[in-house]
């Protein structure tokens, strides 16, 4: 299977989790990137994900974090991919309740369930988004919360 890691902003550094599996699995997971991981644009960090998705011509999982999770939820509101065999979604942002200028281009988050199965993870002291909404999130999606 082939992962591809969505990260959320200013990009995972050196000891993230996504750079961790990155590391330890370099043939399976292939990172997005972006020419401005401090100024995020939706459409640009949209654009960015369907292009390393086009990439592909076998099954792959969507594996995001934070503001990569909104990210890949607009990109599967806008395109269609067969290849999506699911998504690991790791603390979705709350783009909607945040004072960050640059996430108004995300909001307003789609609210419709995903052509493909996913697993919204969430924690009690994420800063960035309340168990609460992560959980309405999912439901959302129709992902499974964790």
Known sequence: MNYINIPGLNNSGP???QTLW???FPLQFKRVQHSNWAAP??????AAVHTV?????????L???????????HWANENESSL?????L??????????RECFKTFCPVPKKKLPFPSIVVASTNDPFVSTEKAAKYAGYWGSKFV
Request: glycine letters at 4%.
């Open 22 to 24: 990155e590391d330890a």
């Open 63 to 73: 594996v995001a974090h934070s503001l990569g999770c909104i990210t890949a939820v």
């Open 15 to 17: 000891n993230h989790w």
């Open 84 to 88: 999506i065999a699911g998504a690991l």
């Open 53 to 61: 998705i086009a990439h592909y011509n076998s099954p792959v999982v």
């Open 90 to 99: 790791v603390a979705p942002a709350d783009t909607e309740q945040s004072n």
């Open 41 to 46: 644009v939706k459409k640009d960090w949209v």
